[in-house]
DNA sequence: CTGCCGTACTACGACAGTCGTACTATGTCT
DNA sequence: AGACATAGTACGACTGTCGTAGTACGGCAG
């Protein structure tokens, strides 16, 4: 199976996240499980490059966090939420956008 | 216009470069010029990380360089000329693969 | 004849994002 | 009792890119 180099992800990990925040708020470890789905396991973000990124994001002002219980029994423990801002969706949509012309110049050096 | 983020095309600096000698040996102030020619202006190869990859690719051995005269008058003005090993055609042709994958899967978040 | 632009680099230090490794803590399944 | 899934935190290393600057030569305009 080809591996994916994380120098090419590098820059898109944090799209990849607010993609999956555009569903709703959501927590580490459940934004890893779904990106390793979305990409049939072709992508598993390493812990440390995720929860690093939250904390580079929430820097920036694209997502907020919040805890809240982790299940409905009020035993009190918590899980770390984070929901995309306005200006992460300014930012998401800009890296869509991105991503087309980079696609295409990328293509230009390719051959099969 | 829409500027690419070095953090994309990282991890594909290599790529075009060996894309370019394919045609054949060349230098750093070509290279970058028909990288810049080929993607329309859209991206534009920093100096710097150019020459830079020059020295990572060496000792990766996907290049190898020789000097030769700037022109045929033989004043003795030189310049460095890089040319595609077989070891860099090998990895040209794994990252045209991952290429790929990696399209493949970041389109999973793009949303228009 | 002077200064600027294009060519063709080299040197050096800073920075950002990712990664490896390790550690904590709880609950469930076997 | 031990393994595995969940849900993280901490820390230091590494890699590739970038900003800035400097060198050196040739040609052309003013």
Redesign the interface.
């Known amino acids: 199976m080809?591996?994916?180099?994380?120098?090419?992800?590098?820059?898109?990990n944090d799209?990849?996240i607010l993609?999956i925040l555009?569903n709703g708020p959501s927590y580490g470890y459940e934004i890893s499980k779904q990106i390793r789905n979305?990409?049939d396991g072709?992508?598993v973000i390493k812990e440390t490059t995720l929860y690093s990124a939250f904390t580079r994001m929430e820097k920036n002002g694209h997502i907020e966090s919040f805890t809240a219980d982790q299940d409905g029994s009020g035993n009190g423990k918590k899980r770390t939420y984070y929901r995309i801002t306005d200006l992460g969706m300014q930012y998401y949509r800009?890296k869509?956008?991105?991503?087309?012309?980079?696609?295409?110049?990328?293509?230009?050096?390719?051959?099969?």
Chains 1, 2 share one sequence.
């Open positions: 080809v591996e994916i180099s994380s120098d090419v992800i590098r820059g898109y799209t990849m993609f555009l979305i990409t072709k992508y800009a869509c956008e991105e991503w087309d012309i980079t696609q295409e110049v990328v293509a230009k050096f390719i051959r099969h």
